[in-house]
Nanobody, 119 residues
Framework: QVQLVESGGGLVQAGGSLTLACTAS????????VKWYRQAPGNQREWVSG???????DYTSSVKGRFTISRDDAKNSAYLQMNSLKPEDTAVYYC?????????????WGQGTQVTVSS
């Protein structure tokens, strides 16, 4: 059974930084897309960022220029560096590892890590 574990969340003041990590219990990242999502209380889960197996990255507009996604397949890990944090970034952040088009396909989620940004 594959497990994804997020870490690095916490409480930070506005303008501060946090780096989230997503670590898989098995070597599943190498040919997969890694995505970060977040869900604030009362809101739907929203996509934040993604990185393809060949390193292409994308971000939702509200975090572009502030967040950086990266991956280290040798460590079965992906990261989300978050700078210039704002109170509206407060949410539970989830890691998602997806592989399509290659057998076996899979779609794994972590349990989430809380990020709280105080004003």
């Amino acid at each position: 059974q594959v497990q994804l574990v997020e870490s690095g969340g916490g409480l930070v003041q506005a303008g501060g930084s946090l780096t989230l990590a997503c670590t898989a219990s098995l070597r599943i990242l190498r040919t997969a897309v890694v995505k970060w999502y977040r869900q604030a209380p009362g809101n739907q889960r929203e996509w934040v960022s993604g990185i393809s197996s060949d390193g292409r990255t994308d971000y939702t507009s509200s975090v572009k220029g502030r967040f950086t996604i990266s991956r280290d397949d040798a460590k079965n890990s992906a990261y989300l560096q978050m700078n210039s944090l704002k109170p509206e970034d407060t949410a539970v952040y989830y890691c998602n590892v997806v592989r399509r088009g290659i057998t076996p396909t899979y779609d794994y989620w972590g349990q989430g890590t809380q990020v709280t940004v105080s004003s």
